[in-house]
């Protein structure tokens, strides 16, 4: 076995706000989180809107300091790194976002942003050698190197999504956060850049944080998924097993409401409900291992 290329232990992140007559209040957005993500592994992040997913990658990515816990990038804690010792990492683990419009830069030719990370860490050469290197990650992601020129609204969302992928993939990481990165696409679209995805994981053996709402891609895609409800994983586990014998409610819940292809199956299809406001964690609750790595969050008497 191989170690961790990312673990995660114990996050806490909760947000001061005022509500409703200035009342103070805290959000525990994210209260204690812990997983790790193997060399070359996807591990899908799913949950309820709100339930802390896209937190927990901002903190994975250093973007938000947690209060509690640490991540750890190829054994390395990343919160004891000076802004300076960080710069590798950041090199390292990339982002790739849900709007693909919001992350690019209107006024700025595609194959420029693509780019910028080139310069940015002096990677790539000269700027022919850039241009070349820039031609190449064009292809990789399925995109004809002529549009190089173009503007970002002169592309379709998926074309727009593979230039924000384009660019995450241009240092070669080693890891990439994906917050729902298909979300925003035409379903038919979606498809495409999840393959795009595990074309790029087979040939760059790149590992994967796959933020999603899509549990039927997660399926296809990751090979660990987690359940996030409130705040905390309620499941965890190889994708088969959590898939096919869950055992927390709420991932039953989640499950129950994904459209099964085959029209037999799908007519007996029965929603299990699930009140995720009224449900609160037991008290002293732990992951239990139900096995093979397959664990679940219960409290003492379960
Ligand atoms: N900057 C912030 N200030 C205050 N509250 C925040 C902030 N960011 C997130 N939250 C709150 O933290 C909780 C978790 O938010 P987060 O965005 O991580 O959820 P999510 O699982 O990604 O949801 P979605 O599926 O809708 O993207 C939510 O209740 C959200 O309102
Ligand atoms: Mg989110």
Redesign the pocket.
Known sequence: MSAPLLQVEGLRRL?R?RGWMGRRFV?R??DGVSFTVMPGETLGLV??????????GRLVLGLEAPDQGRVLFDATDLGQLSQAARKPFRKRMQVVFQDPYAALNPRMRVGEFVEEPLVVHGQGGNAGERRDRVADLFRTVGLDPAFMRRFPHEFSGGQRQRVGIARAIALNPEFLVAD?PITALDVSIQAQIVNLFQDLQQQMGLALLF?A?DLSMVRYLCNRVAV?LK?RIVEAGPTGAVFDDARHPYTQALLSAVPVPDPAIERGRRRIPFDAGAFVFPPEATMHDVGGGHLVLQGEDA
């Not at 949950?47 to 927990?56: A, I, P, V």
């Open positions: 947000y706000s959000t957005a994210v949950g309820e809107s709100g339930s802390g997913k896209s937190t927990t729902e933020i709402h996030m705040g």
